[in-house]
């Protein structure tokens, strides 16, 4: 990798982590569907905003390389202009390799459960070896619960605009690289606003509007951001049963917080594309002509049950290969 070809950014301030792409591909994870706040700003790199700051990645052989942008303020105009990351280093060395380390992961080995899901599922072992490196990021749960409140009935071009409406509306400003503003996502407390669902309703999220408004206030008078983040620490059972009682979240959207915020590896989200999976590929003989909550509950079983504890993970192997042949 050349990095003055990385863009808007200054060599100087770019660092790696060693990462081969067995454990980590960038373009498989990041376009998957997991999270909607990056976008392929040059060939290879990705721009997105993480931690309340925006961060370019790429790779390059067995490295991953990145840089973080600091927030705009009067004595930063000229860094802005030049699109160089100001001195945001604030956060030192040793805290954004930890951040990136922990959003994706990275301590845990994926070569290693790769070999274990396709000793134990031959299907798995045909897709595994076209799409290495596909694995969970660990999002922070606000933003991951109402990205994916967004998501029912929806597409990932069309989440991925609704979500950056949302951060652009409500979220606090960040820089701008290239001409391109970057927003912080909105905080519990600016979505609980009076007026929040009609604003919601007005950039275009139809009947999520109040779906999104509605969670942000009962978690706001519940358990709150931090109470949400505890569930972290809760059985897979307890967090579910308390995602499933806010507005808009039913088994599936609970499943997918579940798995990419809150550290329940064994979440495995079905949908009827899921539920189709298991029939056709795997012969699993469920339910009948819908997908009953008994039904969901026996197909995430049946996937437990194949791969183990980290089910999820592997389900996004799979999720990410069809969605790949799709496009």
Known sequence: MKLRDAPSACPSLWRCLPCPPAELRLDLVLSSGQSFRWWESSPGAW?????????TLRQDGDRLWYTVYGEEDEHKEEEERDGCPAETAKLDAAETDRILRDY??????L?????????ADPLFRKVANDFPGVRVLRQDPVECLFSFICTSNNHISRITAM????????????????SRPFHAFPSLSAL???????RLRALGFGYRAKFVSGSARAIAEGLGAEGLCQLR?????????VLCALPGV????????CLLSLDKAEAVPVDTHVWHIARQRYGVALGGKSLTPRTYQEIGDFFRGLWGPRAGWAQAVLFCADLRKGQ
């Open 192 to 198: 609980t606003g009076a007026d929040a669902e009609a």
């Open 111 to 119: 070569s290693a459960l790769y070999h274990a899901w396709g000793a």
């Open 250 to 257: 039913g088994a599936k959207v609970a499943d997918c917080v």
């Open 233 to 241: 620490t809760a059985p897979y059972a307890e967090a579910k049963r």
């Open 47 to 55: 721009t997105g905003v993480l931690g309340g700051r925006v961060w």
């Open 163 to 178: 979500i950056e409406r949302l951060c652009q509306a409500f979220g606090r400003r960040l820089c701008c690289l290239d």
């Open 104 to 109: 994706f992961q990275l301590d845990v080995g």
